[in-house]
């Protein structure tokens, strides 16, 4: 199993320009989440989706659009890049445990490191 | 506002002794805490993860502990190795209320020196 994989790594953007972020995970997981984090924080959640065709905000969502399509992908979209979007972004997929005290299982990808100029 | 504050900041110590690091929380109510490990330029990966009904999990060399009452926890790091050079970030889940947003600390940073 490749586990999650992000694209692309490394990415540089002008203010005003629009990309996505890709996510892929290849463990069936129904969570898929992404999180940005910036130094001196901690990682903070942009959106959430818990299974194919649904999705929900986190805490810091503004500027930012998801879609959950297939359980597999969870793009992340940045509609008009602003400077204060520069951060390393993460994503994650996890999967819900059983049993009395069941608890999110959660495993993150390498992250995208994204810098807007 | 729920909040993780994580304790030291940063850490240096020599390579074989031990170490303890901090977090305490304010959120609630309680589901689960979680450690994470975070290597230069990488995802952070899970360590350990207790519930409310836990007051110990080990993993290896890595013991945490709950103590739900005082909302406070710790991770000690038994003989220490060049490898456990990385952060270390405590997370707090919510129970119930249909919320699934996580409070992550801002970690610590540990150094391990030869």
């Known amino acids: 199993n490749a586990g999650v994989t992000q694209t692309p790594k490394f990415q540089v953007l002008k203010t005003g320009q629009s990309m996505t972020l890709q996510c892929a995970q290849d463990?069936?997981?129904?969570?898929m989440s992404w999180y940005r984090q910036d130094p001196g924080m901690g990682l903070r959640l942009i959106h959430y989706?818990?299974?194919?065709?649904?999705?929900d905000q986190g805490e810091v969502p503004n500027g930012y659009n998801v879609s959950r399509s297939t359980t597999e992908d969870f793009p992340l979209r940045l509609l008009s890049a602003a400077p204060s979007q520069t951060s390393v972004y993460f994503c994650?997929?996890?999967?819900?445990?059983?049993?009395?005290?069941?608890?999110?299982?959660?495993?993150f990808g390498p992250g995208t490191r994204l810098t807007v100029l | 506002k729920n909040q993780v504050e994580q304790s030291p900041q940063s850490l240096i110590i020599l390579e074989g002794k031990n170490c303890t690091l901090q977090?305490?929380?304010?959120?609630?109510?309680?589901?689960?805490l979680r450690w994470y490990k975070q290597d230069t330029g990488r995802g952070p990966v899970s360590l350990t993860i207790?519930?409310?009904?836990?007051n110990t999990k080990s993993n290896g060399r890595y013991t945490a502990t709950l103590d739900a009452d005082t909302k406070q926890s710790s991770l000690h790091i038994t003989a220490s190795q060049l490898s456990d050079s990385a952060s270390y970030i405590c997370v707090v889940s919510p129970r119930g209320g249909g919320s699934y947003i996580p409070t992550f600390g801002r970690g610590t940073s540990l150094i391990v020196h030869p």
């Open positions: 989706s818990v299974g194919a065709g649904i999705t």
């Open positions: 977090c305490n929380y304010t959120v609630s109510p309680f589901s689960n």
């Open positions: 463990m069936n997981h129904e969570y």
């Open positions: 994650a997929s996890s999967y819900r445990t059983t049993g009395p005290s069941s608890y999110n299982e959660q495993f």
């Open positions: 207790m519930t409310f009904s836990e």
